[in-house]
């Protein structure tokens, strides 16, 4: 059974109903009516403080949703068409790679990103391929001080 993902209210849903992606029409948020909804494999809980951005096949971005602007600054207009690695500066794109090659997930990477303001902002990455013919992916920034394994480490 499907899960998919708003990638602006994070909002979770299930295709219980064969409803997601039956028809030619493009699949929308139930809840703030999104554009589209991402597909996982199996369900994914991102913390409160996550950004949720979906790529294309090229690594271009497609969708940022809530919490990109408040983690590095850029609006909407400013990301979209713009590929993530430059428009973030990616410490390290290898999970990107093994993402695209292999079609697995990578989750709790710890990379920086540059935030708008030019500032380095340690993050935890979450990466996600998507599991249509777009290749896209999905990947979830969450600053490393409210991710899960910093709180454990306290």
Same mark, same amino acid.
Not at 57 to 69: D, I, K, M, S
């Given at each position: &059974? ?10 979770? !849903?299930?295709? !219980?109903?064969g409803?997601e ?23 994914y ?9 979906v ?30 690695? !430059?428009?973030? !500066? ?7 790679? %093994? %993402? ?25 990455a ?10 896209? &992916? ?14 454990r480490?306290?």
């Amino acid at each position: &059974m499907p899960f998919f993902i708003c990638p602006n209210c994070k909002r979770r !849903s299930v295709d !219980s109903d064969g409803y997601e992606g039956f028809s030619a029409q493009a699949v929308q948020c139930r809840s703030c009516g999104f554009g589209f909804l991402f597909e996982l494999l199996e369900d994914y809980y991102p913390a409160p403080g996550t950004g949720l951005v979906v790529c294309d096949r090229e690594g271009r971005v497609l969708a940022a949703g809530r919490g990109v602007f408040e983690l590095t600054g850029y609006g909407d207009r400013e990301l979209l068409g713009r590929d993530l690695v !430059s428009a973030l !500066s990616l410490s390290d794109v290898s999970p990107i790679e %093994v %993402v695209r090659e292999w079609g697995v997930r990578k989750l709790g990477q710890e990379l920086a990103i540059r935030t708008k303001g030019g500032h380095d902002r340690p993050v935890v990455a979450d990466f996600f391929p998507a599991y249509d013919e777009d290749g896209g &992916m999905l990947v979830a920034l969450t600053p490393r001080s409210s991710s899960v394994r910093e709180r454990r480490r306290r």
